[in-house]
């Protein structure tokens, strides 16, 4: 009797090892199927909407035809093209710009943004493309040349940009300052700069001197800045194999020299991070 209660007992036993393994092996599978849609749904969709300020030249912007254009654009289309699918852009409000990527209004973020700890939080990034600093841009003929004489003077910055927390997290500049005035876009910023209403402007390097070209004798930029920084693509934190599929797409750009050509277009040189 009991050889057979102990022979009735690794039976059972091994059955429930089957059916556990079973149920495990189901469930990855679903966990794995689960991974797997980000990058599916695309490839159904045949596009990804990337959201973005229409305002930041040269990453994206309209020209005279109404068109959107820029560094990124161009970027985001060969991506796209060897991902076989096409990028659609989508402007959208920069400051709620990680939440129109969380609900899904966009695919993803492509538009010069800087990696972050705080946004790690709420977002993924695509490896970094492109390294980019903050600086300080002032009138020709202003006086101001160090972050010092910056106490007392008005400062301007896009609302929710990077050039925000740059200040911010700067506090022997930010704690001196008279005001800091924050605009929806570095157009207006740059321009009221232009028009005196303010005194400089903290703005992305690329953006800076992409201004600067076009308005010489109009601006000019001081030789200390707010640090260096990254760029990369955001990504919801759930499209993992879109992520990967991304990050092998940008390797295989810069590898074969196409990503260098985009930012020789854009930059007159390559400030492609390798």
Do not use: H
């Not at 050889?3 to 794995?32: E, H, I, R």
């Not at 305002?55 to 254009?69: H, R």
């Not at 969380?102 to 390294?131: A, M, P």
Request: charged share 30%.
């Amino acid at each position: 009797m009991k050889k057979k209660l102990t022979t009735l007992t690794a039976m059972l036993l091994t059955l429930g090892l089957l059916f556990s393994g079973c149920g495990q092996s189901t469930k990855n599978d679903q966990s794995k199927q689960t991974a797997d849609n980000s990058l599916n749904e695309i490839k159904q969709k045949g596009q990804f909407i990337v959201g973005l300020d229409d305002s930041f030249p040269p990453m994206g912007f309209k020209n005279d035809k109404g068109e959107i254009v820029g560094f990124d654009i161009d970027m985001a289309n060969e991506a796209a093209k060897r991902m076989g699918v096409k990028a659609v852009f989508k402007p959208v409000q920069w400051d709620g710009v990680l939440l129109s990527l969380n609900n899904k209004d966009i695919d993803v973020i492509w538009n010069g943004l800087t990696i972050t700890d705080e946004r790690k939080k709420q977002i993924d990034f695509s490896k970094v493309y492109l390294q980019n600093k903050q600086i300080i841009v002032v009138k020709n003929d202003s006086t101001i040349a160090t972050k010092k004489d910056l106490s007392g003077k008005k400062v301007g910055l896009q609302l929710g940009s990077s050039s925000e927390k740059a200040l911010t997290d700067d506090k022997d500049t930010s704690g001196t300052v008279k005001e800091v005035k924050k605009y929806s876009d570095n157009t207006e910023a740059l321009m009221d700069l232009s028009q005196g209403r303010i005194d400089a402007v903290v703005v992305d390097e690329v953006v800076g001197r992409y201004y600067i070209s076009k308005k010489p004798g109009v601006y000019k930029t001081l030789n200390e800045d707010f640090g260096k920084e990254d760029y990369g693509v955001g990504i919801r934190k759930t499209d993992k194999t879109f992520k990967e599929e991304l990050d092998k797409t940008l390797d295989a750009m810069k590898a074969d020299g196409t990503a260098d050509k985009i930012s020789q277009k854009w930059f007159g040189k390559d400030i492609i991070s390798k």
